[in-house]
């Protein structure tokens, strides 16, 4: 575990290249593996989530080659063939995503495997992918709790479906439509509101026939073409910089090639509706399906929101660095529809609210629910990550908006930022000049 120490920033004005998208990489990588031929990846997340993805598909017989740092090759058979029992368990490490995916990927071949991960991915609940997936015909089985391990036995004869999803989770849709390109017919996923459509756009990419109406989407069973994607820059890993520019007047920062998929711009709608000035030029889609463009956030003064529903969906990765953008803001923000966050690598709920009052920030919650109020002088603290990437950086940017003057603030596991952005620090150090 290490240790960070982030002192206040004095002036912000700059332009970062985040990373490649996580939420794609890993698609492209398993979509890749399904299709028959070469596919192509540039760009792809140097993230270790997505390098548990890609070490998973060699252990299931994929030949991967990665070209680092960010691109990769690999030839897959086609849809559940080419694939081959491995020799032990896969290992997801931190990874939902691996993990939740690839059971849908393996329901649909005739393989046996167990999926397994680290303590916090132990923790993390699976039914929500065994249920669906049990019912299309694969055998898959959890621990007693509902979590990992899990055991998947697949068939390339899996019944079509029509599931309406209890959680909003791209997750678990994406879980099921990949088992769906081994059913005997179109599959349609209903969810409680509509989440990001990575997957659904990729398969389309890769001649799918896909059929989406608001919450709603089916897929119809059928072969993938192989493709060519250079991967936007991840927009969640730009949240953070752009929320800092966001929290003083005259601060800026501009990121470059971001992706713009319309689930997963929650966080550009919340710094506009708190009173930032947000400037998105937009450029030639990724692959021809996923939005891209550069993206500039202005600072001015912010006054507080209310985040629910729809909203809390499209900026579900973002909320601990929206919560830690309203303390500096006027009035109470508060995050409605929130439970999801304490399923995530850890209680994020929990680990603002505790985090927040030791930078001296009122705040309450509730089981679904969290209010900040604003605006606060933070102070220097000594603050945990808890293996989480997303407070390793969330915690480094409420160091840097400790007034001037204020002392630096101590972030222990900070290196759990690897998980999505392994160079945040360095580029964070860049941007604050130090």
Same mark, same amino acid.
Request: negative net charge.
């Given at each position: 575990?290490?240790?960070?120490?982030?002192?206040?920033?004095?002036?912000?004005?700059?332009?970062?290249?985040?990373?490649?998208?996580?939420?794609?990489?890993?698609?492209?990588?398993?979509? %890749?593996?399904?299709?028959?031929?070469?596919?192509?990846?540039?760009?792809?997340?140097?993230?270790?989530? !997505?390098?548990?993805?890609?070490?998973?598909?060699? $252990?299931?017989?994929?030949?991967?080659?990665?070209?680092?740092?960010?691109?990769?090759?690999?030839?897959? $058979?086609?849809?559940?063939?080419?694939?081959?029992?491995?020799?032990?368990?896969?290992?997801?490490?931190?990874?939902?995503?691996?993990?939740?995916?690839?059971?849908?990927?393996?329901?649909?071949?005739?393989?046996?495997?167990?999926?397994?991960?680290?303590?916090?991915?132990?923790?993390?609940?699976?039914?929500?992918?065994?249920?669906?997936?049990?019912?299309?015909?694969? #055998?898959?089985?959890?621990?007693?709790?509902?979590?990992?391990?899990?055991? !998947?036995?697949?068939?390339?004869?899996?019944?079509?479906?029509?599931?309406?999803?209890?959680?909003?989770?791209?997750?678990?849709?994406?879980?099921?439509?990949?088992?769906?390109?081994?059913?005997?017919?179109?599959?349609?996923?209903?969810?409680?509101?509509?989440?990001?459509?990575?997957?659904?756009?990729?398969? %389309?990419?890769? %001649?799918?026939?896909?059929?989406?109406?608001?919450?709603?989407? /089916?897929?119809?069973?059928?072969?993938?073409?192989?493709?060519?994607?250079?991967?936007?820059?991840?927009?969640?890993?730009?949240?953070?910089?752009?929320?800092?520019?966001?929290?003083?007047?005259?601060?800026?920062?501009?990121?470059?090639?971001?992706?713009?998929?319309?689930?997963?711009?929650?966080?550009? /709608?919340?710094?506009?509706?708190?009173?930032?000035?947000?400037?998105?030029? #937009?450029?030639?889609?990724?692959?021809?399906?996923?939005?891209?463009?550069?993206?500039? !956030?202005?600072?001015?003064?912010?006054?507080?929101?209310?985040?629910?529903?729809?909203?809390?969906?499209?900026?579900?990765?973002?909320?601990?660095?929206?919560?830690?953008?309203?303390?500096?803001?006027?009035?109470?923000?508060?995050?409605?529809?929130?439970?999801?966050?304490?399923?995530?690598?850890?209680?994020?709920?929990?680990?603002?609210?505790?985090?927040?009052?030791?930078?001296?920030?009122?705040? #309450?919650?509730?089981?679904?629910?969290?209010? !900040?109020?604003?605006?606060?002088?933070?102070?220097?603290?000594?603050?945990?990550?808890?293996?989480?990437?997303?407070?390793?950086?969330?915690?480094?940017?409420?160091?840097?908006?400790?007034?001037?003057?204020?002392?630096?603030?101590?972030?222990?596991?900070?290196?759990?930022?690897?998980?999505?952005?392994?160079?945040?620090?360095?580029?964070?150090?860049?941007?604050?000049?130090?």
């Amino acid at each position: 575990m290490t240790q960070e120490r982030v002192s206040p920033a004095v002036r912000v004005d700059g332009d970062v290249s985040v990373p490649g998208d996580k939420s794609i990489s890993h698609r492209a990588l398993i979509l %890749g593996s399904l299709a028959k031929g070469r596919t192509y990846i540039g760009n792809s997340s140097p993230a270790a989530d !997505v390098i548990a993805t890609a070490t998973c598909l060699r $252990a299931c017989g994929v030949w991967v080659r990665d070209f680092p740092p960010s691109r990769y090759a690999l030839d897959g $058979a086609g849809v559940g063939v080419g694939l081959r029992s491995p020799d032990g368990v896969l290992d997801c490490a931190n990874s939902g995503t691996t993990m939740r995916l690839l059971a849908g990927m393996l329901a649909g071949s005739d393989i046996e495997a167990i999926l397994d991960g680290d303590v916090s991915l132990r923790r993390r609940p699976m039914t929500r992918v065994v249920d669906p997936l049990r019912a299309m015909g694969a #055998e898959v089985d959890a621990s007693p709790e509902g979590t990992a391990p899990l055991r !998947v036995q697949g068939s390339r004869a899996l019944k079509a479906l029509t599931w309406r999803s209890p959680v909003a989770s791209a997750q678990v849709k994406s879980a099921i439509l990949l088992a769906a390109l081994s059913a005997d017919g179109p599959t349609t996923v209903i969810e409680p509101v509509p989440t990001r459509d990575h997957t659904e756009r990729m398969l %389309g990419m890769c %001649g799918v026939e896909v059929v989406s109406s608001g919450a709603e989407v /089916t897929i119809h069973p059928g072969p993938l073409e192989p493709f060519g994607l250079r991967v936007p820059g991840d927009l969640s890993s730009a949240s953070f910089f752009l929320a800092l520019a966001a929290s003083r007047p005259g601060w800026r920062v501009r990121c470059t090639g971001v992706g713009l998929n319309p689930g997963r711009t929650g966080i550009l /709608t919340v710094l506009e509706a708190m009173g930032a000035a947000v400037q998105v030029d #937009e450029r030639e889609p990724a692959g021809g399906v996923e939005p891209v463009g550069d993206v500039e !956030v202005r600072g001015t003064g912010l006054h507080g929101v209310t985040i629910s529903r729809s909203l809390t969906v499209r900026s579900i990765d973002e909320l601990p660095i929206i919560a830690v953008l309203a303390s500096q803001a006027e009035g109470d923000t508060e995050i409605r529809d929130a439970g999801e966050l304490r399923n995530k690598e850890s209680d994020r709920i929990a680990m603002l609210e505790t985090g927040l009052r030791l930078l001296g920030v009122p705040c #309450e919650s509730s089981a679904e629910t969290l209010v !900040v109020h604003g605006p606060v002088r933070l102070r220097p603290a000594h603050l945990d990550a808890a293996g989480d990437h997303r407070f390793a950086m969330a915690w480094a940017i409420a160091a840097a908006l400790v007034p001037a003057g204020g002392g630096e603030s101590v972030i222990d596991g900070a290196d759990a930022a690897a998980v999505s952005y392994p160079g945040f620090f360095t580029d964070l150090a860049t941007l604050l000049g130090s």
